[in-house]
C-alpha cells in the first residue's frame, strides 16, 4: 500500500522559516518523481514545487521561488520543503504527492500537514 | 494562465447524469493529458480519471472522462449523494513546468 506521511507543519510567524518532511513507503522511492502540493483554507490546489527521481532537477510555483526548497534522500524515502520569508498567504495544508509524468500525473495524496503563517 | 477554468459549482437530483467543464490552452489542456481528482469533505484529493478517459482503480464506471482541444469534462451518471464532493481538474503546464489546477467544482446532490 501506497502511504505518503508528511510532517513538520505547525505555526510560524511572518518573515519564519519551516521545514517540511514527507516519508514514503509502499512503492520504490528512487524512482519516483515529488511534487509538493498545497491548500490554502477554503481554496483550491495549487502546485508549489517538484524534484526528480535523483533530486538533480526541481520546479518552483512563481510565488514561491526563491524562498523554497525542495530536497529529497533517497536512502531516507524522504522529500523536503524547506520554506523561507513565510508570508501569511502560505497559510495553507501542503500536500507530498507523487508525480507519475505528464499522462498520469499525480496519483497518490498524502494527508497533508496544516502550515499557518501568523503573528 | 494561473488555474483552469471550473464552474464554481454544479448541481443534480439523484439518478441525474451532471458535467463538469474544464478549459485551459495550448500550453496546458492541448498539449498533455487530463487527470481529475474528488475531495470529500477533511480529505485529501483522491485520482479518478488520468490521461483524460482512463478510470483508476476502484473507481465506478459512472464516472468518465473526455477531452477535446483545450477543454475536457468529467461526467458523473446515476447521480449518489456520496458523489458530493469538489472535482478539481489538472494538466501539467509547459510555462510553469509543473501541474496546473482547476479552480475546483462542488458538486451537490440536491
Known amino acids: 500500500e501506497v502511504q505518503l506521511v508528511e510532517s513538520g507543519g505547525g505555526l510560524v510567524q511572518p518573515g519564519g522559516s519551516l521545514r517540511l518532511s514527507c516519508v514514503a513507503s509502499?512503492?520504490?522511492?528512487?524512482?519516483?518523481?515529488m511534487h509538493w502540493v498545497r491548500q490554502a483554507p477554503g481554496k483550491g490546489l495549487e502546485f508549489v514545487a517538484g524534484?526528480?527521481?535523483?533530486?538533480?532537477?526541481?520546479s518552483y510555483a512563481t510565488s514561491v521561488k526563491g524562498r523554497f526548497t525542495v530536497s529529497r534522500d533517497n536512502s531516507k524515502n524522504t522529500v523536503f520543503l524547506q520554506m523561507g520569508s513565510l508570508k501569511t498567504e502560505d497559510t495553507a495544508t501542503y500536500y507530498c504527492t507523487r508525480w507519475r509524468g505528464v499522462l498520469a500525473g499525480i496519483d497518490y495524496w498524502g494527508q497533508g500537514t496544516l502550515v499557518t503563517v501568523s503573528s | 494562465q494561473s488555474v483552469l477554468t471550473q464552474p464554481p459549482s454544479v448541481s443534480g437530483t439523484p439518478g441525474q447524469r451532471v458535467t463538469i467543464s474544464c478549459s485551459g490552452s495550448?500550453?496546458?489542456?492541448?498539449?498533455?493529458?487530463v487527470n481529475w481528482y474528488q475531495q470529500l469533505p477533511g480529505s485529501a484529493p483522491k485520482l479518478l480519471i488520468f490521461?483524460?478517459?482512463q478510470r483508476s482503480s476502484g473507481v465506478p464506471d459512472r464516472f468518465s472522462g473526455s477531452k477535446s482541444g483545450t477543454s475536457a469534462s468529467l461526467a458523473i451518471s446515476g447521480l449518489q449523494s456520496e458523489d458530493e464532493a469538489d472535482y478539481y481538474c489538472a494538466a501539467y503546464d509547459d510555462s510553469l513546468k509543473g501541474v496546473l489546477f482547476g479552480g475546483g467544482t462542488k458538486l451537490t446532490a440536491l
Open positions: 495550448g500550453s496546458n489542456i492541448g498539449t498533455h493529458s
Open positions: 524534484i526528480s527521481s535523483e533530486g538533480k532537477s526541481t
Open positions: 509502499g512503492f520504490i522511492f528512487r524512482v519516483s518523481d
Open positions: 490521461n483524460n478517459w
